[in-house]
């Protein structure tokens, strides 16, 4: 199994997920990352994963093209890292108050 825990937890979704899922239960199989309602605002958005189909009353999802959405949605944190992310304490212009003065040096 690879070290990447991208890959880690793609496997074990791909091990533990029905072929087939109705939007509605998304919370139990994805622990809480995504509610049925943010899916459904991504899918109406164009932006949610494809292979979706609708059965009655419900949106169900297939699988495969799920997994593959989801891994585009992925990144590990060492990609992140070094990212400075403005916050109420540290706004953007701060930071680039800083950069000129450190520049100035």
Request: include cysteine; glycine fraction near 8%.
């Amino acid at each position: 199994m690879s070290d990447d825990p991208i890959d880690q937890i793609i496997a074990e979704l791909d091990r533990v997920l029905p072929a087939v899922f109705a939007r509605s239960k998304i919370d139990r199989f994805m622990g809480g990352l995504f509610t049925p309602g943010y899916l459904a605002s991504l899918d109406s958005e164009g932006r949610g994963p494809e292979g979706s189909a609708r059965c009655g009353r419900h949106v169900v999802y297939q699988k495969k093209p799920f997994l593959q959405w989801l891994r585009k949605r992925m990144t590990a944190p060492e990609e992140r890292r070094g990212v400075k992310i403005p916050t109420k304490k540290d706004p953007a212009t701060g930071l680039l108050d800083r950069l000129h003065e450190f520049s100035a040096k």
